[in-house]
């Protein structure tokens, strides 16, 4: 009975050294290979995102002002962003490595469902580019949201805040209702706007209060 216990016991112990050496090499090789995952993983969205910011050559995620995001209220900045979200912000930087802007990602509710727009924005204050990574509107109504005589208004704009017009745009921040799907086209002028707007309000490079 005793050399049965004994054998258990080994048995047991054994098996708990294996585990924790299975465990303690699995952790080893997650941090060997963490890294490069993600750097993988980065080059892969920069590469979808260069149509916003052609002039980027590296992203960063920034932590900092994603965290601000998920605990602000963005109606506090201005009441037409109270139902965006901010889903994804990336510091963009060119080949030289100097921070050149953002890449921000926002969404917002459209006439049938949820529009993800992202914005490229540089330190300038100029729109480098827009493009909509999820809208599902209306066939040949709020669909032309997508269509590249809608996206192009946004694009090389200096401005802080757009807003449609009905009667043909005459200024930067002006953009074009698109006919019969009006609240198609405020979604996504309300989310490329909660976009910078919150980056202008909370990034320190920007001349906002990041750092406050």
Avoid: W
Avoid at 31 to 40: M, N, R, S, V
Avoid at 132 to 152: C, Q, W, Y
Avoid at 196 to 206: C, D, K, N, R, V
């Amino acid at each position: 009975m005793n050399n049965k216990k004994s054998t258990i016991l080994h048995d047991a112990i054994a098996l708990f050294l294996i585990s924790l050496m299975s465990i303690l090499a699995l952790s080893f090789v997650y941090e060997i290979t963490k890294e490069p995952i993600e750097q993988q993983a980065m080059a892969k969205k920069l590469e979808a995102y260069k149509v916003v910011y052609p002039e980027a050559a590296t992203l960063k995620e920034d932590t900092e002002l994603m965290q601000k995001a998920l605990e602000t209220d963005l109606a506090s900045i201005d009441i037409t962003f109270g139902d965006c979200t901010i889903d994804e912000i990336n510091q963009a930087y060119d080949s030289s490595d100097n921070l050149i802007g953002y890449i921000i990602k926002v969404s917002k509710r459209g006439y049938k469902d949820v529009i993800s727009a992202v914005v490229g924005y540089s330190l300038d204050g100029t729109v480098k580019g827009m493009e909509l990574v999820a809208i599902n509107e209306t066939a040949g109504l709020g669909m032309n949201a997508a269509e590249p005589d809608f996206k192009n208004q946004f694009i090389g704009k200096a401005v802080k805040k757009f807003e449609v017009t009905k009667t043909g745009a005459q200024e930067d921040n002006q953009i074009n209702v698109i006919s019969g799907a009006t609240i198609t086209t405020d979604a996504v002028v309300y989310a490329v706007n909660a976009g910078i707007g919150f980056l202008t309000e909370y990034s320190a490079e920007l001349g906002g209060s990041a750092n406050e």
